[in-house]
């Protein structure tokens, strides 16, 4: 039976095998039209799972996620199954794998024949409105939303000076990022790239629509740029995390076993090599607070929710497109296959959700889109890959996979069941196994041990036919 927890100040009580209320269990998801609740969607970048407290970590302070998260489902194994931003995004828009969607790397369009997430909103009657960062093709008007505000995304070249992040290094992300408007006007006035306070201004533009409050349900995606580098303590945050009393990951290494496939990606530039304990727990400082001031932007929109008397009939999604390396098996970026990044937060909060309950069950962010409309009540459109995962949501099923399948460009392949993991860096031909029920940290690589040979075997054949169904290129290397 799934799990119910009990969130305090001290940390989490786990109460196994509580029982969901019945009327839950008995959940239709049938709404009629006019009563349909509102989806609020919010995604962050470059979060990795293990930077909620409620959730687990002591050393970080997210107190309107907890309350989130006590209001609704969280899940531990929740993966994105492409670790970079615009393949991950893809895949949220259109419901489907990258293979499918066309989007396996930066630069790709999304396949125009495919019925994306706010479209099918659209079409159901809900005001479809995106709000922060868009890091796709086109513009979030041409993909199905009906109008963004705080639009964030590139054409402000010719505004862009120079900057360092919070220690002093020259900046290498979001240059020319601008703010702007459906109409292609810029405003950079309000900032060139990230500055500190650029999730208050997503939470801004967030609370005016939310206080439109329309006779018919919305949609909205808040996609905030936090905590993506480059990092700024954000005002009020800059003294709020000693890096000296952070404790380091459990996995942190000062440099990773073997070329992964990306030492020479830009993520991985952001720090020189071997790391250090100290480095590293001053990045966890800087990166804890950004995530701190995103947690109160996300506060502040919820509270709007509750001001208008909005908040008891909509669906809050939080998630993130990836997570990230932060020192963990001496990696800064997402370009792995390792449980801190290629697993997101996602808590699942609203109506007719059970409260206070944690899952297990592995589900891909793609799947949020059939999950969303199954549980307001729209059809699935036939274009859409993934499956929807509401019943585990709301506890009638326990799982909605027995494996999962993950990619990263041709250097990388993963498969995890619901307790071993195996990687592929093809470029390479390298093998790395864990088991993750005795070695949750992936620091004992069990790929070459005769005893796991039969594992190892099984494995590496669902993770062929996974690449196979896929369409994966690389299904016969």
Not at 140 to 145: A, D, E, L, S, V
Not at 181 to 203: C, M, N, Q, Y
Not at 432 to 445: I, M, R, S, Y
Request: proline share 7%; net charge negative; charged share 25%.
């Amino acid at each position: 039976m799934p799990k119910t927890i009990r969130f305090d100040r001290l940390g989490i009580v786990f109460l196994v095998g509580a029982t969901l209320f019945a009327c839950i269990s008995r959940t239709s998801f049938a709404f009629a039209e006019n009563a349909r609740p509102n989806v609020l969607f919010l995604l962050t970048d470059d979060q990795r799972p293990d930077t909620i407290h409620a959730l687990g970590n002591a050393s970080i302070d997210t107190p309107n996620l907890d309350a989130l998260a006590r209001r609704g489902v969280a899940f531990t194994r929740a993966v994105c199954a492409n670790p970079i931003c615009t393949p991950s995004r893809a895949e949220i828009l259109s419901g489907c794998s990258g293979f499918r969607n066309g989007v396996v790397d930066f630069g790709k369009q999304i396949d125009p024949t495919l019925k994306l997430w706010p479209q099918a909103m659209t079409d159901a009657g809900y005001h479809s409105w995106y709000v922060g960062k868009w890091h796709n093709d086109g513009k979030p008007i041409q993909r199905g939303f009906e109008q963004t505000r705080g639009l964030f995304t590139g054409g402000g070249g010719k505004w862009w000076k120079e900057q360092v992040d919070w220690k002093g290094t020259p900046v290498t992300g979001y240059t020319g990022w601008i703010f702007q408007d459906d109409e292609g006007t810029l405003f950079p006035e309000r900032g060139v790239g990230l500055t500190p306070d650029i999730s208050s201004k997503f939470a801004d533009v967030a609370i005016e629509l939310i206080r439109r409050k329309p006779v018919e349900p919305f949609f909205l995606q808040v996609a905030f740029t936090a905590p993506h580098d480059p990092l700024f303590f954000p005002p009020n945050f800059e003294t709020k995390y000693a890096a000296n009393k952070l404790p380091l990951p459990a996995n942190f290494l000062p440099e990773h076993p073997f070329d992964h496939g990306n030492f020479d990606g830009r993520d991985e530039q952001l720090l020189p090599w071997p790391r250090t304990p100290q480095m590293i727990r001053e990045l966890l400082a800087v990166y804890y607070a950004v995530i701190s001031d995103m947690d109160q932007q996300v506060g502040r929109i919820v509270e709007a929710l509750r001001a208008t008397n909005q908040l008891d009939n909509t669906i809050i999604i939080f998630s993130s497109d990836h997570g990230l390396g932060v020192g963990s098996h001496g990696l800064r970026g997402k370009q792995n296959m390792y449980e801190h990044t290629i697993n997101v937060p996602l808590i699942i909060a609203g109506p007719n959700i059970p409260q206070g309950q944690v899952r297990d069950a592995q589900v891909y962010l793609r799947e949020l889109y059939p999950t969303t409309c199954e549980l307001v009540g729209i059809e699935v459109p036939q274009s859409v890959e993934g499956q929807s995962f509401a019943k585990v949501v709301t506890g009638q099923a326990d799982k909605s996979h027995d494996h999962v399948f993950c990619y990263f460009r041709d250097k990388q392949r993963m498969i995890r069941d619901s307790r071993w993991k195996l990687i592929h860096y093809p470029a390479i031909d390298r093998w790395q196994l864990f088991d993750l029920g005795k070695d949750p940290n992936e620091l004992q690589d069990l790929s070459a041990d005769p005893t796991k040979a039969d594992i190892f075997d099984q494995l590496r054949e669902t993770l062929r036919r996974e690449q196979v169904a896929a369409g994966d290129p690389l299904a016969n290397d």
